[in-house]
């Protein structure tokens, strides 16, 4: 609806006592796109996005929105609409009323029609005159993207805006959120720890660790290609299985293997990162390994198998899983996708 | 079985003392009432009419008008100061929480007298600069309910989630004195009228510091009618007591409502 804008972040430093939380964080997010900031606590992920809606001061570095440098406006003119982790919605307000606090702010008082409008767009209009406390988890936090979006701000910020609610409402107001977010078209900067809501809902996904970004893509290229070991740790399952390097490649048991990044040093014997659903389990009685455990896990299932001292994660279809009964001799086949090695960084 | 003879021996012991906390409560006022109200006396109709009281009793209604300003002015002030200082540390200084906590409970730790010794020299000042009104009294009055006036702001503010229901109201585009006025405030409405009603009934039955910085105030006319007409000091006594009885009761109404609007 109203375009959005670019954002860009240079060069951000943030120290807590002896902590860096950002260490020279660069990011530019497109208009209109929507990037999710990924990483484990203490990465700087909020800190970024605090920095981004003006309430924490960066120690250095500028925040440019729009060409604009706004690094020195107070949080109250940024125009940024923002969604917490915390429940936040004004308690003696009703949810029409919380909508409708940022307009009349904006002594736009008399456009009802953008609470209401809001209110349908998050699909609560028939709650809109129940107090916070009347509301469900999800239903406060729809009506938080309501008021955030209310106040038509050049950058939505969400804050782990899911991490409070159960499971089944999280995955339901993650699609939702996507869907509100092409919609309006506004640039989006969306921090979260969940590595699975990171990849459904961004067009890019950026991985922090400790205040910088590890690497900045596409989901399908940060879970497929991950950059750093970091990365593939961090984003999904891996295991970590013992390899020899050979030619441009590394060989795990038996399977020559790409590399996503060319390994540096001398060392030959090195520790590749291998995804649960790049290893396929057959049944073989002369096979090395032993079927520990067998997960169902929906249309999928985990299984876990013992070759030697190692255990190693196969993700297999779950209409198979019949024949990996705990206790079968099974082989390892590996699929020759790009491996990230152990100790990249 | 032996489960509920205790229970009932419980329930007997409850009333034991419910009964005797009452007759030791109630019969001093029964006592009063009967004391005001024993013979000929038109004690509670000239305390009830106005002009005859002020007419026949112009030190006591000077002291009434006198304690009700200094109620009003200290509510005030101490509103004024209490409210903005505690949302501002809860939001910007969350290390000085301690220390402001410690020096608002202080004035509970001395003694009023001990306060007037330091406050003598404060309001030969104060009279040199704004004069001698007993309404100055109010700046004393702050000091000494400030303990109690905290303790009920900090206790609504530890309940709901000040910081980040500003950052919200910032991120709308309120500046620090919106967050404050259509933010904060309304969401500790509950806390700011018990520390109001609380701040009435300190001042309303304070002697001391009046008296001893030779001002005066209900507590201090009473005590000087005692002298003159004990009837009529009883009487205004028991109307003050009610009086407070009757802010206490709304300040634990305005709690239960709060307590039910919170579940």
């Known amino acids: ?345 | 079985m032996a489960r509920l003879s205790f229970r009932r021996k419980q329930s007997i012991f409850r009333w034991v003392v419910l009964t005797l906390l009452g007759i030791f409560f109630l019969l001093p006022i029964v006592a009063m009432v009967e004391f005001t109200t024993r013979g000929e006396q038109s004690t509670w109709s000239t305390l009830i009419n106005w002009p005859e009281l002020s007419a026949t009793y112009p030190d006591l209604a000077e002291g009434i008008l006198m304690s009700l300003g200094q109620a009003a002015l200290t509510a005030v002030l101490m509103l004024a100061l209490l409210v903005p200082t505690a949302i501002w540390v809860r939001l910007r200084l969350p290390g000085l929480r301690r220390l402001v906590e410690f020096i608002c409970l202080l004035p509970l730790t001395i003694p009023a007298i001990v306060l007037v010794v330091g406050l003598a020299p404060v309001y030969a000042w104060v009279n040199y600069l704004i004069g001698g009104s007993s309404l100055t009294l109010t700046f004393a009055y702050t000091i000494l309910v400030l303990p109690y006036a905290y303790r009920a702001i900090d206790a609504g503010l530890s309940a709901i989630d000040v910081k980040t229901l500003a950052e919200a109201a910032r991120s709308l585009g309120s500046s620090w004195f919106t967050v404050m006025a259509r933010v904060v405030l309304p969401n500790i409405r509950s806390a700011v009228l018990s520390a109001a009603f609380l701040t009435v009934a300190l001042v309303l039955g304070e002697f001391t510091i009046a008296s001893l910085l030779n001002r005066t105030n209900l507590q201090v006319a009473i005590n000087l009618l005692g002298k003159s007409s004990a009837t009529m000091s009883v009487a205004v006594s028991l109307a003050a007591l009610l009086l407070a009885f009757v802010l206490l009761l709304l300040l634990s109404l305005v709690g239960d409502r709060r307590k039910r609007s919170a579940s």
């Open chain 1, 1 to 345: 609806m109203n375009g959005g804008v670019a954002v860009h972040l240079q060069g951000l430093r943030r120290t807590f006592g002896t902590v860096h939380a950002l260490d020279g964080l660069d990011l530019e997010l497109h208009p209109g796109e929507l990037i999710a900031l990924l990483g484990p606590s203490g990465c700087g992920k909020t800190t970024a996005l605090r920095v981004l809606a003006g309430l924490e001061d960066a120690d250095s570095g500028t925040v440019v929105v729009d060409g604009k440098d706004i690094t020195g406006l107070p949080a109250n003119r940024r125009d940024m609409g923002m969604v917490f982790q915390a429940y936040s919605l004004f308690p003696h307000l009703t949810a029409r009323q919380n909508v409708e606090f940022g307009l009349r702010l904006r002594k736009r008082g008399a456009d009802k029609n953008r609470a209401a409008e809001m209110l349908e767009l998050v699909g609560i209009a028939s709650h809109a005159d129940r107090y916070p406390h009347q509301l469900s988890g999800g239903q406060q936090q729809r009506v938080a993207l309501a008021r955030a979006l209310a106040i038509r701000p050049t950058v939505l910020l969400l804050d782990e805006p899911l991490s409070a609610l159960d499971a089944k409402v999280r995955v339901q107001l993650r699609e939702e959120i996507k869907r509100i977010q092409t919609e309006v078209g506004t640039t989006t900067l969306f921090v979260t720890h969940d590595q699975e809501e990171a990849l459904a809902v961004a067009d890019r996904v950026g991985v922090m660790r400790s205040g910088r970004l590890e690497q900045l893509g596409a989901p399908a290229d940060v879970y497929l290609s991950p950059a750093t070991a970091f990365v593939a740790d961090f984003v999904g399952l891996s295991n970590r299985l013992p390899g020899v390097l050979k030619g441009d490649g590394v060989e795990v048991m038996g399977t020559a293997l790409p590399l996503v990044t060319p390994a540096s040093g001398d060392k030959t014997q090195v520790t590749a990162l291998v995804r649960p659903e790049s290893v396929d389990v057959v049944p073989d009685t002369d096979g090395p390994g032993k079927v520990l455990t067998a997960s169902f896990l929906g249309p999928f299932s985990r299984v876990i198998v013992q070759v030697g001292d190692a255990l190693v994660t196969a993700q297999v279809a779950s209409g198979r899983v019949t024949e990996l009964a705990p206790g079968t001799r099974v082989r390892l086949e590996i699929r020759p996708v790009a491996v990230a090695l152990e100790g990249t960084s």
